[in-house]
């Protein structure tokens, strides 16, 4: 299993920028793939961005051009925001799956979430 903790939320005013961490333990080398994940008030959680092990990253349309995801040897993900609009606030969610059966079970695992809002 792999525990996540994220950091970086905060409150900035539309145009500013953020960056979340994500600290990832336990069977970190059997992450395949980490990801960032959104909730909005009254909505549903919505993909941001991923990044797999070997370095493919993917993006929602709606932060294209403005979030970049990354992520260092130890598996700590980051989100780098940038142009940030109203739109974009919400609870961010670090999730991790992998896992090498029958040695370590298959997960999905999500941090606590961290808060980012964005003022007009």
């Known amino acids: 299993q792999v525990q996540l903790v994220e950091s970086g939320g905060g409150l900035v005013q539309a145009g500013g920028s953020l960056r979340l961490s994500c600290a990832a333990s336990?069977?970190?080398?059997?992450?395949?793939?980490m990801g960032w994940y959104r909730q909005a008030p009254g909505k549903q959680r919505e993909l941001v961005a991923t990044?797999?092990?070997?370095?493919?990253t993917n993006y929602a349309d709606s932060v294209k051009g403005r979030f970049t995801i990354s992520r260092d040897i130890t598996k700590n993900t980051y989100l780098q925001m940038n142009s940030l609009k109203p739109e974009d606030t919400g609870v961010y969610f670090c999730?991790?799956?992998?896992?090498?059966?029958?040695?370590?079970?298959?997960?999905?695992?999500w941090g606590q979430g961290t808060q980012v809002t964005v003022s007009s």
């Open positions: 999730n991790a799956v992998g896992g090498k059966p029958p040695l370590v079970p298959a997960f999905n695992s």
């Open positions: 336990g069977s970190i080398f059997t992450i395949n793939a």
């Open positions: 990044i797999t092990s070997g370095g493919i």
